[in-house]
Structure formats: structure tokens, C-alpha cells
């Protein structure tokens, strides 16, 4: 990520011997673990520093509190919390969509700190700042793809494409929302059928679909 892009500011220090790091690196996987455990309000730098086996000072040492350690975690992760980029031009344009919403939610799923997230965005408004940033980005990578896929007659001609993106990031981020684990393999195609049926018409998909079933 660009250094003007950064949320942390200025590291009190950045370990470069090897042992070092790796206790910087023990602190924001620990605070990563207390973070899903207990909540961002009700952990502490104190909590963090014990649970990774080191004095509290020596969080102080890496982090200047542990705002700027749970910014260092999302840094490299932001984009796990937002909609895949989309390509229109697969063959079976459903099933390569559902495949990649599988891969999304498995990995937010898997990072665990997504309640986390509403929690800080009320009252951090750098933060909040920083997602919708991040959230443009991929508007405009949908964007593009969509203008691809009208360029090549793929796509109804009549949709404000700018709209249309920012619906499927909507119902993307949305999508598995009060669904039960047993139900999220058949969510996938649903989801991805949805949109689909939104951008393609019915001959285009049917054509797509025919060609992967004749390959």
C-alpha cells in the first residue's frame, strides 16, 4: 500500500533484525486473537502484550496504542471485506461469478474481523475513509469490466452502468447476510445468477453457458 495511503501514521519503531519482528509480529496476532474474542473496546494493549508473552512496554515499543495495531492488520487485509473483481467474459459467466463469491466469503469467514469493523467505523472517521476509498476502487474495476462487456455487445444496452456497479457491490457485501452455513453453497449461484440475469440477457447467457457445455 503507498506510504500516502497509510491509516497508522509513524511507527514508534520498525524491527529489522529477525527476532525483533517476530515479536511485533506476536503482538498484532495477538491482537488479532483478542480483537475476535472479546471486541476492539473491551481489549487492551496491556491484554495484548501478556497474551503474547511480552511486557506492556514492549507493545509500546512497536505500536503507539492498539488503534494503530488494528490499522497495521488492515492494512494488509482491507481487501478481504470488499466484492471480488468481476470477470464478465468467462464462458459460464454464473458459475465463474458463484466461484468467486465462495472464495470471498471463505476468506472474510476466515479473517473473523468483520463485526469488528461497524464497531470502530461510528467513531473512527479516518477509517471510515479510508473504506469508502477502498470501496471506489473496486466500483471502478466493476465499472470497467461492465464498459468492456458493453463494448463487446455482451450486456443490456440501456443500463447506467455506474448504477448497475454500485448494485452488485451492494448486494455482494450483502448477500450472505442471516444465511445459515448449510445454505451458503446454493447462496453462491443464487447471488450470482441475480446479477448476472442483471447485466447479461437471456440469449447472451444461454450462448455463454453453451459454448463452456461444447468446449
Same mark, same amino acid.
Given at each position: 500500500? $503507498? ?8 511507527? $514508534?519503531?520498525? $524491527? ?21 474474542? !472479546? ?6 494493549? !496491556? ?42 467474459f468467462s464462458n459460464n459467466p454464473v458459475a465463474s461469478l458463484a466461484s468467486s463469491l465462495e472464495i ?47 463494448? !463487446? ?6 443500463l447506467d452502468l455506474d448504477t448497475v456497479a454500485w448494485a452488485i457491490m451492494v448486494i455482494v457485501e ?39 457445455v461444447d468446449k
Amino acid at each position: 500500500m $503507498p506510504d500516502d495511503e497509510k491509516l497508522v501514521g509513524e511507527y $514508534p519503531f520498525l $524491527p529489522k533484525q529477525e527476532r525483533a519482528q517476530a515479536k511485533r509480529n506476536a503482538l498484532i496476532e495477538s491482537g488479532y486473537a483478542l480483537f475476535q474474542e !472479546k471486541g476492539y473496546e473491551q481489549t487492551t494493549a !496491556k491484554e495484548i502484550a501478556a497474551h503474547a508473552g511480552v511486557a506492556t512496554g514492549t507493545f509500546y515499543r512497536y505500536f503507539s496504542d492498539k488503534r494503530q495495531l488494528l490499522m497495521s492488520l488492515l492494512e494488509d487485509k482491507i481487501e478481504t471485506f470488499l466484492p471480488p473483481e468481476i470477470s464478465w467474459f468467462s464462458n459460464n459467466p454464473v458459475a465463474s461469478l458463484a466461484s468467486s463469491l465462495e472464495i470471498h466469503y471463505n476468506r472474510i469467514h476466515e479473517f473473523g474481523l468483520r463485526h469488528v469493523l461497524p464497531e470502530l467505523l461510528s467513531k473512527d472517521s479516518e477509517l471510515e475513509a479510508f473504506l469508502e476509498t477502498a470501496r471506489n476502487r473496486i466500483h471502478a474495476r466493476i465499472l470497467s469490466g461492465l464498459k468492456q462487456a458493453g463494448e !463487446k455487445g455482451l450486456i443490456w444496452d440501456d443500463l447506467d452502468l455506474d448504477t448497475v456497479a454500485w448494485a452488485i457491490m451492494v448486494i455482494v457485501e450483502n448477500g450472505l447476510d442471516k444465511t445459515s452455513q448449510s445454505e451458503k453453497k446454493g447462496r453462491y449461484q443464487d447471488i450470482a445468477k441475480l446479477i448476472c440475469r442483471m447485466v447479461f440477457p437471456p440469449s447472451i447467457l444461454e450462448q455463454l453457458s453453451k459454448n463452456d457445455v461444447d468446449k
